[in-house]
């Protein structure tokens, strides 16, 4: 078991380490990075709540779409192209078993994706820090509500978004384990990406009473079953400057549905690599 | 399956399947070889005729169709059998971007070395292959040659007692393959079995105690490379200072007994050992 871990954990370092030396995760870190100083720019004559929720939104949307593409195209590169490229031959003739391969993947492309979502909700969280204290200051002079955000709503987003690119990088890596090309593998992974966030709309759907024809409605349940729901991730605004509206039950649920998925598509991956050919 | 054997493979088959319409490739067919512990084994034969997909399955890269193989006593494919095999796959490609230290340091741990023993494991078989001045250089930057030693040093790092080298020569320049052929025969030395599947076969022919020949994904010959090469029913005299005289008269006395001699010729150096003669007291020698 140790032994296990502790390859596992080899594996993990090294993905990590390759994904941080490579330019395309600097590049989309500095573009995220800019994105979320930028919107300070963004300024209204209505200097309160709905200033700080446009800062946040926009800096969220910045966090949800590179992080995104980097949890898609981080994942195919490093365990697609490992595969492609045969340098996962070597490694996969040492004792070492597929699935620990897979799950050192994973961990070490998800350590990745933290050490993005992580450092750009800390600058997030520097920059509605800093504004709030400017509309405090001037919430002061024309005797308005001074408006305040929270950080432990801050960190709670950050977790939230770190799981649900976990759940996408699965996803990605499951469709990896049974590619051909690396083309496949994006452009499959983007699909799956897309299904997640509209995954609701077939939720809704099925609430609504309708005419709908049974394969319709089956169809509709199947794939709210199937998808994960990527859009429930995404209640950063809510967390950060209105925490009051969200129960902590809410959110747990959140958290367990979305580990829930990400162990399943990981399982699901071990079972379609066991028997590749390399 | 006996345990005697460092590999035995029995009846392997191996289909491929290609294109849209999966035709059916057959790349391994009815395949069957013991490899005995503690030689040097060469496996031979063409382009294409399924050697390298014998070692892949060997080693559990890749499922076989049918048949059974175990590794010094263990199923394939298991971690035990793993553990005391290294493997050099033929045109390896590394993580370019570690140095070829980081890279057998990695190989170490993923292998089991101790972490007490990394650090005198990855010098030692860095050394071996000769790679020591560019440990430090990303694999990035390796020539062909450079690649393939880093390859031979990451599968021995963890002291295998088999190792499964698939063209461990290819792209190495002459002073490169003699040096993987001295390394070869220092782990023979250590009671290590060797696989190798080389295209020199001047160079197999010099380190092989056995050699196998496959065509077609078929074994075509399997013995000891002296009884395979000697021709039984022929005899080589040298004679220094041969006659006209002599020679008739030699003929004639051999002639007498039902003896025929069927050529004469002046006997040949290999140009390996002319080269080497040459060039003895060169720094590699
Ligand atoms: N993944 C694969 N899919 C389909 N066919 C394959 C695959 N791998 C190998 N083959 C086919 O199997 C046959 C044997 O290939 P293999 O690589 O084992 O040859 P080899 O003996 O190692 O040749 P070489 O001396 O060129 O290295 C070839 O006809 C090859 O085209
Ligand atoms: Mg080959």
Redesign the pocket.
């Known amino acids: 078991m140790n032994a296990r871990l502790n390859r596992t954990s080899w594996i993990a370092r090294i993905t990590f380490l390759e994904a941080i030396r490579q330019r395309f995760f600097a590049f989309l870190l500095v573009l995220s990075a800019a994105m979320v100083v930028s919107s300070v720019s963004l300024r209204f004559m209505d200097f309160g709540h709905s200033e700080l929720k446009f800062v946040a939104d926009f800096a969220f949307g910045g966090m949800f779409l590179f992080g995104s593409v980097l949890a898609l195209v981080m994942t195919a590169q490093l365990f697609f192209a490992e595969i492609e490229n045969r340098t996962a031959l070597t490694l996969l003739a040492k004792p070492l078993s597929r699935t620990e391969f897979l799950l050192g993947k994973f961990l070490g492309t998800w350590a990745v994706l933290g050490v993005f979502v992580f450092s750009l909700a800390f600058l997030q969280g520097i920059i509605l820090w800093s504004r709030t204290q400017e509309l405090i200051v001037m919430a002061a002079e024309t005797g308005r509500v001074a408006p305040d955000f929270s950080v432990s709503g801050l960190a709670s987003f950050a977790v939230l978004q770190w799981l649900r690119l976990g759940v996408v990088a699965a996803m990605v890596l499951m469709v990896s384990a049974v590619a051909r090309t690396f083309l496949f593998t994006v452009i499959v992974g983007a699909m799956a990406i897309v299904a997640g966030q509209l995954q609701w709309l077939a939720q809704e759907a099925l609430l609504k009473p309708s005419d709908a024809s049974v394969v319709t409605k089956s169809l509709l349940w199947v794939s709210s079953r199937v998808i994960p729901n990527l859009q429930q991730f995404n209640i950063g605004d809510t967390l950060v400057l209105d925490p009051t509206a969200i129960s902590g039950a809410a959110v747990w649920s959140v958290i367990l549905s979305g580990l829930f998925y990400l162990v399943a598509f990981l399982a699901l991956a071990s079972l379609a690599f066991r028997r590749r050919?390399i | 399956m006996s345990t005697s054997s460092a590999i035995s493979v029995q009846g392997l088959t191996?289909d491929?399947?290609?294109g849209l319409r999966g035709i059916k490739?057959r790349?391994?067919d009815n395949l069957s070889l013991e490899i005995p512990r503690g030689q040097v084994f060469g496996l031979l034969?063409?382009?294409?005729?399924?050697?390298?997909?014998?070692l892949?399955i060997v080693l559990g890269l890749?499922p076989a169709t049918s048949g059974a193989i175990s590794i010094l006593g263990f199923p394939s494919a298991t971690t035990e059998a793993r553990q005391r095999t290294g493997f050099l796959p033929?045109a390896p490609y590394f993580h370019k971007f570690l140095t070829g230290r980081e890279l057998v340091q990695y190989c170490a741990r993923l292998s089991g070395v101790p972490s007490a023993q990394v650090h005198d494991a990855v010098e030692a078989s860095l050394e071996l292959a000769a790679m020591t001045e560019a440990a430090s250089r990303p694999i990035g930057t390796y020539s062909k040659g450079m690649l393939q030693r880093i390859g031979l040093a990451q599968a021995i790092v963890h002291d295998p007692e088999l190792v499964i080298l698939?063209?461990p020569t290819a792209g190495v320049d002459p002073v490169g393959s003699a040096a993987i052929g001295r390394m070869i025969n220092a782990m023979r030395a250590k009671g290590k079995t060797i696989v190798l599947?080389s295209?020199l076969l001047g160079q197999v022919e010099q380190v092989c105690d056995r050699v196998a020949i496959?065509d077609r994904?078929r074994l075509v010959l399997e013995g000891r490379v002296d009884e395979v090469l000697a021709q039984r029913d022929r005899h080589v005299i040298t004679v220094a200072y041969l006659t006209p005289q002599a020679r008739q008269a030699a003929e004639a006395a051999l002639a007498a007994h039902g003896a025929t001699v069927t050529s004469i010729t002046h006997p040949r150096r290999s140009l390996e050992d002319l080269f080497r003669e040459l060039v003895t007291g060169s720094r590699d020698a």
């Open positions: 050919e | 191996k491929f399947r290609v490739l790349a391994v034969g063409p382009n294409g005729c399924g050697k390298s997909t014998t892949k890749i033929e698939d063209e599947c295209h496959m994904g």
